[in-house]
C-alpha cells in the first residue's frame, strides 16, 4: 500500500461511477439475474466433464474450417502462438488476460514482431511498461496529466490536456496499425463447445477491428472459458458486461471460424473479406488441477466482470496491486492460486464478503480465499 | 506486505498460549468474567451459558498487541517471558465491562435464565481470521470438550466473531449438540434514543443472515436509523479493517479511516454491535456499542 493520491481519487470515481450504475443495470434488466444463473450453471456443466468439453471444442473448431490448439502450461501457448505469428509481423491485440498471463506480447516482441494493445488502456500499460491495476480497466491508476507525458514521450505528439484529444491522438495512431497489421490476437469471453464460436463483448470497437481487419485471428483463452453451447456462451456476454455495469454493450462478435461466403449458389466457401485463418488456442496453466480441487474450481466459474473489486475493501485500499497480475483484487487473489500457486495474496483477505454478495457467479470468494490460506501455512508458497 | 516472520510468530505464540491456557495472548483469564461481579447471575454449570468470548474485554489490548507485534516478532525468546507476564498482567476495561453488563440485564429483562464462567476461555477466532485452519480444529476440539464436560446445551453470543466462531466449530464437529444464538435474537422491549448511521457487522451482515434481525432490534427501541445505499447498504457496507490489523496495520488502518469517513457522510454519530468495529473506527468517528447507549433502569 502507498499514500497514491492518484490511485485514491481514481478508485473512489470509479467506485462511484460503477456501483450505482450495476445496481440501475440489474433493476432494469431483471431477467440478468436469471441469465447469470444459468451461466453459472453452463460453466459447472462444463467445469464437471472438462476434458470431454476441451475434446468437443477442438473438433467443433476444426469442423468449421479454423484451427485448434491445447496448450498445457505458459509455455506451450508461446510456442504455438509463436508458431502461428513467425517473425517479422506487425500485430494487434485485443485485451486478454490469458495473453498477459502466458507473457505473449513479450514473447512475440521478442521473436521480432512489431506488436500492438489496441485497447486504450492497455496500450497505455504496454507504453508505460506497467502491470494493469483492475481486470477491466487497466490504467485505472493513471491520471490524464500522466497520460499526456506518456503519450508524448512515445509518439512524439503532444496530445493536449483534453480527453478527447488525448483518445484521438491514440485512436489515429491505432487505426493505422489495424489497417496494416499482419495478425490480430484477441481473447474470448467465451467458447461454445457446440459450433466451436468464440464470443466476445467489447465497447471500443477494437476486438471488432482486432478480429477481422487483420488476415489471420488468432483467439486465446482459458479452457474455463468454455460453456455447453453457443446459446450459454451468449448469456456469458450479457451477464459479463451487465455486471461491469456497460449493459447493454455496445459490440458483442460471434466469430465461428474464417471468414465465408455462401453467396454463390449457396456453398460456403472461405473466405471472404474477414480473416482467411482463425485460430483457438485452449490454455490449461493451472485449471484442470484448480478443477480437481472442490473448493478452488468455484474459482474457474469467474467471468471477470470486475465487480468484486470495486466493493472490495481491501482492493480499494491498495492501489492496484493485490493479486500477481493481471489478476487483481478478490478474484485475483483467487487466480494468484490458480495459475501461479501464489497463495500469499488470499492472506490479505478481511473476509468483508462483500465479493461473495455481488458476484454474479455466486462464488464463495472469502470461502476460497480461505483455503487457499491455508495452503499457504501448509504448503508455503513462491515468495 | 506481509511479513513472513510475523506471521510465524503469531501462528507459534497464539497456538501456544490459547492450548495452554485458552487465551491468545499472556494475559490473566480472569479479565473475562470480571464483568459479572456483584451482579447475582449463576456461576458454573448450567445448560444455558453467556459466552462472550472474551471479545469485548480483549478489543482494545488486541489492537495495542497488533501495534507491538512486528517489533515482539523481532525480539527471540519472547515466548519464555509470556507465563511470567501473564501473572501480572490483568487489564481492566470499564467500557466493555458496562457493555457486558447491559446485555446480561436486557437478557434478564426479556426473562432469560443463563449462567456464565468465572474461567471462560476465548474463542479462538485470530486463529479463522488469519485461516489457520489446521491450529483452529485443534483449538476448536479443547473448546467442545470444555462445553461438553460443562454440560452445556445452548450458548449465548454477545459478538459477531465469537458467534461466526461457534459456528464454524459446529460445523466442524456435526455431533456437538448445542444451539448457538445470539443476544439480539433474544432480547425483548430494549429501550434507546437519538439518531445514528449503523454499521453492520460484516459476519452479522453477510454471513450470519442477523442484519434485519439487528436493525429490528435497533429501530424497535426508538433510535433513528440514517440509510445511505452506497455506505449502509449490505453489498457496499465496508469491513473496519479490523481482521487485517495483526498482518499489515496500515492497510488495517486506510481501511478503517476510509470506513469512517463515508460512515460520517451520512451521520456524525455511528452506532455498531462488534468490539473490534469499535477498536478500529472509534479513532476517526463517533462511535457507540448500541449495548452501550441502551437505557437500563
Ligand atoms: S469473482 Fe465474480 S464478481 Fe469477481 S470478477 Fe469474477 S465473476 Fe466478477
Redesign the pocket.
Known amino acids: 500500500m502507498s499514500n497514491n493520491k492518484d490511485w485514491d481519487i481514481a478508485i473512489k470515481r470509479g467506485v462511484e461511477h460503477n456501483i450505482p450504475r450495476v445496481f440501475k443495470v440489474l433493476r432494469e434488466h431483471p431477467y440478468l439475474e436469471d441469465l447469470a444463473r444459468k451461466v453459472r450453471e453452463g460453466k459447472l456443466e462444463v467445469l464437471s466433464n472438462l476434458d470431454h468439453y476441451i475434446d468437443m471444442t477442438i473438433k467443433a473448431v476444426e469442423k468449421i474450417g479454423g484451427k485448434a490448439y491445447f496448450a498445457e502450461n505458459a509455455e506451450q501457448a508461446r510456442e504455438i502462438v509463436g508458431k502461428i505469428v513467425g517473425s517479422k509481423k506487425r500485430i494487434v491485440l485485443g485485451k486478454s488476460m490469458v495473453a498477459y498471463e502466458v507473457g505473449l506480447r513479450k514473447y512475440l516482441q521478442s521473436l521480432d514482431n512489431e506488436v500492438w494493445e489496441t485497447d486504450l488502456g492497455e496500450l497505455l500499460i504496454q507504453f508505460a511498461d506497467e502491470p494493469p491495476s483492475h ?1 477491466i480497466a487497466p490504467a485505472v491508476h493513471m491520471t490524464r496529466e500522466r497520460i499526456r507525458e506518456l503519450i508524448k514521450e512515445k509518439l512524439n505528439i503532444d496530445p493536449g490536456d483534453k480527453h478527447e484529444d488525448i483518445v484521438k491522438v491514440a485512436r489515429e495512431f491505432l487505426r493505422q496499425k489495424f489497417l496494416t497489421a499482419d495478425i490480430g490476437i484477441t481473447g474470448a469471453n467465451a467458447v461454445a463447445a457446440d459450433s466451436g464460436s468464440i464470443v466476445l463483448v467489447e465497447n471500443e470497437g477494437n476486438i471488432r477491428m482486432t478480429s477481422v481487419v487483420p488476415p489471420v485471428h488468432i483467439s486465446i483463452t482459458g479452457v474455463e472459458k468454455i460453456l455447453p453451447n453457443l446459446e450459454y456462451a451468449l448469456y456469458e456476454a450479457l451477464v459479463q458486461a451487465a ?1 461491469a455495469g456497460l449493459y447493454p454493450p455496445t459490440y458483442i462478435n460471434v466469430t465461428s471460424g474464417p471468414s465465408s461466403t455462401g453467396d454463390v449458389e449457396q456453398k460456403r466457401v472461405s473466405p471472404a473479406h474477414g480473416p482467411k485463418e482463425f485460430h483457438l488456442v485452449l490454455v490449461d496453466n493451472g485449471r484442470r488441477k484448480a478443477n480437481e480441487d472442490n473448493v478452488l474450481r468455484e474459482a474457474l ?9 470495486f466493493h472490495c475493501p481491501v482492493y480499494r485500499v491498495l492501489d492496484g496491486k493485490w493479486g500477481d497480475p493481471p489478476y487483481s ?3 485475483g487473489a ?1 487466480w494468484s492460486g490458480v495459475v501461479y500457486n501464489d497463495y500469499k495474496p488470499s492472506l490479505m483477505c478481511t473476509h468483508a464478503g462483500n ?1 461473495r454478495e ?4 455466486k ?1 464463495n ?1 472469502p470461502k476460497v480465499l480461505e483455503y487457499l490460506k491455508h495452503k499457504y501455512y501448509t504448503n508455503g508458497t513462491k515468495q | 506486505m506481509i511479513d513472513n516472520e510475523l506471521l510465524n510468530f503469531i501462528k507459534r505464540t497464539v497456538t501456544k498460549f490459547l492450548m495452554e491456557d485458552y487465551m491468545p495472548f499472556p494475559v490473566n483469564r480472569s479479565v473475562c468474567s470480571e464483568w459479572a461481579n456483584g451482579m447475582n447471575i449463576k456461576k458454573g454449570l448450567s445448560e444455558v451459558v453467556l459466552f462472550t468470548g472474551c471479545s469485548y474485554q480483549l478489543a482494545e489490548l488486541g489492537k495495542k498487541f497488533d501495534d507491538i507485534l512486528p517489533s515482539l516478532a523481532r525480539f527471540k525468546g519472547i515466548e519464555r517471558f509470556s507465563s511470567f507476564a501473564k501473572a501480572f498482567y490483568k487489564p481492566r476495561n470499564e467500557r466493555a465491562n458496562k457493555i457486558l453488563r447491559n446485555i446480561a440485564y436486557l437478557l434478564k429483562n426479556s426473562g432469560v435464565d443463563f449462567s456464565y464462567y468465572e474461567d471462560e476461555p476465548y474463542s479462538g477466532t485470530i486463529l479463522l481470521e488469519l485461516g489457520m485452519l489446521d491450529e483452529f480444529k485443534q483449538y476448536a476440539e479443547k473448546l467442545v470438550n470444555f462445553f461438553v464436560a460443562r454440560g452445556v446445551k445452548k450458548i449465548i453470543t454477545v459478538d459477531p466473531h465469537t458467534h461466526y466462531t461457534l459456528y464454524r466449530i459446529k460445523e466442524l464437529n456435526p455431533s456437538w449438540n448445542v444451539n448457538i444464538v445470539n443476544y439480539y435474537e433474544l432480547i425483548k422491549g430494549a429501550k434507546a434514543e437519538g439518531t445514528y448511521v449503523f454499521h453492520d457487522s460484516c459476519l452479522y451482515s453477510r454471513f450470519l443472515g442477523m442484519r434485519d434481525t439487528i436493525r429490528e432490534v435497533i429501530k424497535g427501541s426508538g433510535i433513528e436509523l440514517k440509510e445511505d445505499e452506497m455506505v449502509t447498504g449490505k453489498e457496499t457496507s465496508m469491513c473496519c479493517g479490523g481482521p487485517l490489523a495483526p498482518i499489515n496495520k496500515d492497510v488495517s488502518d486506510k481501511i478503517a479511516r476510509n470506513r469512517a469517513e463515508a460512515l460520517k457522510n451520512v451521520h456524525n454519530k455511528v452506532l455498531l454491535a462488534c468490539p473490534f468495529c469499535y477498536a478500529n473506527l472509534s479513532p476517526y468517528v463517533e462511535a457507540y456499542d448500541f449495548a452501550e447507549v441502551v437505557k437500563i433502569e
Open positions: 481486470i455486471y466459474l469467474c467471468i471477470r466482470c470486475g465487480r468484486c473489486h483484487g478478490p478474484m483467487m465479493c455481488v458476484c454474479p457467479m462464488i470468494i
